[in-house]
């Protein structure tokens, strides 16, 4: 007997991870009676962890590998999986995942900052692994088609979110390198034999790569440290003279070698008396300004009281000789500098243009900020999107267009598939990259500390991406414009793929379409979201990032409500269910009093297109009811304003998940198919009857604090008891089953 078709729930972090512990039964009984097995794997970062040290660990403690085997999954026709937000962890936050699983009883070794012994160079190395985006390059074997579904675009036009309004005379402004940046040094080969390929500094191998394809392309670049360090002590002059809030916008998490190098040469800039003045003290007690001023702070704990109290007052003048900071939160006197995970550009950007030009400063109130972004490979789009609207004004809810996206992703492709092949050069001297014959390819001339990286995209992920981007033109006529600069290396050699690639499109269904240069492609973009007309963005998989946050959270109010399908090289299917950089607060704000504030709608929108996908692909009548039933139900969701409120004791996320269920029974017990309308009108008369009662059992726990036993590693037996707490509705659900 043939086996169910399978979908793949990914266990993660944080408050998505909460609300799974609500959803998941739900989504579990309902599939399950057309005939689809829904299962959970863990890719958590703790259970990612767990998973890299199975020596170190009791038998009891062991778990599988769950990231690897998607990542064998995903190469096959029938996969299947809805990838929730995870965490893209820095080091403090693995340190602080570490710890947990520790107390948790967990024997594994702390992580070594500065490894010194063989041994603690495996043990960085194994750790380095669960960091960044360890997940997403192994998950995203396709190019991304990310877009908001009709209903929720319209919802957002009908129920507009505010926008503050822009000042007359607004100075705020993005401060970006001229000279020596990535895009300044950037070269660029498309390999036409693939084969090894090597990286050396002064004739010392850095790294070998000995899986280059045929047709595959390679670009290298560097930032120089002494143009970064002069740029960032201009921008913090500036700042102070024109009394402008200062503030750093990097990606840290992703972009997790390089991008934790540019921000510690901002917080040595910034504190520059501090670091120039107890030099011979930070070294002592490992002071490493990448992990910014919260570790800092921490690792002061290791000197005697007075010292420490002297040096915490030294940091403190700082900031009367400073512009002020921009703050991550001012009542905790948590900077932009305090830890790099912290400033992600795609989430921290945003809101500069959806509260005026402002960030919040330490008193708690917003001020005009100078947006400093060091590389000007991105940093010009986000230059040209604010200085429209502080000429044109804020941008109008009700009218504004969508810009949807599709994202080169497939492969490892692109800047975000470079930590490999990122390094802090050790020395000056002359970096080059060489083919197996020897041959020079690209050549740096670079300084001691400079930030030199290599990143790839394979010929099969360009030329899906072409196809899919031409695909989306031809369903909605909407005109495609690819984010390409013609004067950047990289970009120069996708344009010549693009010009040989899409005439065989075109000459079928001719499509509108455009490649510009990114700040005139936001130009463009704009010009058109303004009269109301929509546009697809066709991007590298860092601008995927950065315009499928800043868009959604101008349009919809958040980039949680977005849908992410990846249509899988292999035939199969990946759905992405949003962005996560708030879930923090989340859990923070259920802990302390029970009421889980995150929005589940991006993975209700997910799950209608992953069972859309399966009834299609085996052209099955019963699983087709059961998505077009839940596309009701998402309708009904928005059309009623159910989703969680911000508020303790009103509904939250855990209300959210009752009332997709009743809307998706309701809808069944409507469908064509016998089974399912019998099933589920037992359920819906079931779920309408005990609506109130429902409701109340789950404010019950509203104003109280949760004990789920662990931040990044739950007891799931607590979670649960904490995110099902009504037993009356819990029991309709498991009925279903």
Known sequence: MASNPTIVWTKIDEAPALATYSLYPIVKNFAKKAGVDVVQKDISLAGRVIATFPDALKEDQRIEDELAKLGELVKKPEANIIKLPNISASIPQLKECIAELQAQGYDLPDYPEDPQTDAEKEIQARYATCLGSAVNPVLREGNS?????????????????????????????????EKNDFYANEQSVIMEKGGTVTIELNGKVLKTLNDIEDGEQISSSFLGAADLDEFLAQ?????KEKDLLWSIHLKATMMKVSDPIMFGHAVKVFYKEVFDKYAKEFEEIGVNPDLGLGDLYQKLQKLPDEKRGEIELEIFETYKRRPNIAMVDSDKGITNLHASNDIIIDASMPPVIREGGKMWNKDGELQETVAVIPDRTYARMYKEILEDCKINGQFDVTTMGHVSNVGLMAKKAEEYGSHPTTFKIAEDGTVEVKDGNGNVLMKHSVKKGDIWRLYRVKEIAVKDWIRLAHERAKLTGDPIVFWLDSNRAHDANLIKRIVEELPQYLEKEPVEYHIMAPELAMKYTLKRTRAGLNTISVTGNVLRDYLTDLFPILELGTSAKMMSIVPLLAGGGLFETGAGGSAPKHVEQFLKEGHLRWDSLGEFLALAESLRMIAQKKGDDKIMEMAKALDKANEAYLDNDNAPSRKCCEPDNKASHFFLAKYWAEALAESSDKELAETFGTIAKALEESERQILDEMLAIEG???DIGGYYHPDDAKAEVAMRPSETLNKIVDSIA
């Not at 209903?151 to 390198?177: E, G, I, S, T, W």
């Open 704 to 706: 109280k604090e949760q």
């Open 235 to 239: 921008t913090v002059e500036d700042a």
């Open 145 to 177: 088609d990310r877009r908001a579904a009709d209903a929720v675009k319209k919802f957002a036009q009908k129920h507009p979110h505010r926008l503050k309004p822009f000042d007359p005379n607004c100075k705020a402004y993005v401060a970006h390198m």
